[in-house]
């Protein structure tokens, strides 16, 4: 069994700054990608960041020189560093993340979701 579970969001005032983090834990091999996505209401679930096992990251354009993504690969667990929040970022954050397990390939594993809010 895995299990992979985001804290951290919350409501915030534009201009702000969250930290969102999620840890992956269970039956684990290893862990290659991991990243954000996130949906915003009547809209499509989108790419916020990613970040792969060798730590080379990537981001939206919407997103760049505002938010970090980094990983604990001892902690299975990866961050959003959120700073310069603006309404717009408002959504349901998911976690994304591609783990091996013992006897198995790897398979892509989704967070529960956690909500952002930035007002204006």
């Known amino acids: 069994q895995v299990h992979v579970v985001e804290s951290g969001g919350g409501l915030v005032q534009a201009g702000g700054s969250l930290r969102l983090s999620c840890a992956a834990s269970g039956s684990i091999r290893s862990i290659n990608d991991m990243g954000w996505y996130r949906q915003a209401p009547g809209k499509q679930r989108e790419l916020v960041a990613t970040i792969t096992s060798g730590g080379t990251t990537d981001y939206a354009d919407s997103v760049k020189g505002r938010f970090t993504i980094f990983r604990d690969s001892v902690k299975n667990t990866v961050y959003l560093e959120m700073n310069g929040l603006k309404p717009e970022d408002t959504a349901i954050y998911y976690c994304?993340?591609?783990?091996?397990?013992?006897?198995?390939?790897?398979?892509?594993?989704w967070g529960q979701g956690t909500q952002v809010t930035v007002s204006s």
């Open positions: 994304q993340a591609d783990i091996m397990r013992p006897n198995g390939p790897i398979f892509r594993y």
